[in-house]
């Protein structure tokens, strides 16, 4: 139990272009989800989490204009990379917790994003 | 800030031995503590947690300590194996449901 899947994987995309990343909680509802990104040999960034049906709140430095995430059911959130550059190549990670267990988070797969 | 760290960013142990992780934080509002064992190109998944009213907490080959009056935890493996090898990241949560990563210590064990 407590799968949460990412799609896609591994995107690669032109600069300035968007991209949209997508995190499902395939076996339990998710009531509040996290994204995370991390850079090579460096820890996971948080980068905001939201809860079911309203905004996300964001950690300091990220911009919410750039990282816009949506979690409008309790299965799914997305995060889109607006107007992407090169600085936003990154492996980025969504979790979940929810009504499986409150006290843990369960991770994605994660996706990569390369931008050229 | 970074509320949750871990100092050592790499650790190298025999096989059979005891490999020990450590990880340190500084809010007191932390009210439960996690450990994540994660590979290259994969999302952490989750090893074993411990809330904040208990000092040990034991799962097979893993043993979580915490000391809350030094705000420390420690991961304990015993005995290490090869396939343990990974990044290991400890986790906090602070009520209100937000969790905080150190930033990783990469086990290596060695056969």
């Known amino acids: 139990g407590a799968v949460v899947s990412q799609h896609p994987s591994w995107v690669i995309c032109k600069s300035g272009t968007s991209v949209k990343i997508e995190c499902r909680s395939l076996?339990?509802?998710?009531?509040?989800m996290f994204w995370y990104r991390q850079f090579p040999k460096q820890s996971l960034m948080l980068m905001a989490t939201?809860?079911?049906?309203?905004?996300?709140?964001?950690e300091q430095g990220v911009e919410k204009d750039k990282f816009l995430i949506n979690h409008a059911s309790l299965t799914l959130s997305t995060l889109t990379v607006t107007s992407a550059h090169p600085e936003d190549s990154s492996f980025y990670i969504c979790s979940a917790s929810g009504d499986y267990s409150y006290n843990e988070q369960f991770f994605g797969p994660g996706t990569r994003l390369t931008v050229l | 800030d970074q509320q949750v760290k871990q100092n050592s960013p790499s650790l190298s142990v025999q096989e059979g031995r005891i490999s020990i992780l450590n990880c340190d934080y500084t809010?007191?509002?932390?009210?439960?503590f996690l450990w994540y064992k994660k590979y290259p190109a994969e999302g952490p998944t989750f090893l074993i947690s411990?809330?904040?009213?208990?000092d040990k907490n034991e799962d097979g080959r893993f043993t979580v300590f915490l000391n809350k009056s030094a705000k420390h935890l420690s991961l304990h493996i015993v005995p290490s194996q090869p396939g343990d090898s990974a990044v290991y990241f400890c986790a906090a949560r602070r009520t209100g449901n937000q969790f905080y990563f150190g930033t990783g210590t990469s086990l290596t064990v060695i056969p």
């Open positions: 411990i809330s904040s009213i208990k």
């Open positions: 939201s809860n079911e049906g309203s905004k996300a709140t964001y």
């Open positions: 076996d339990f509802q998710a009531t509040t």
């Open positions: 809010n007191s509002m932390f009210d439960y």
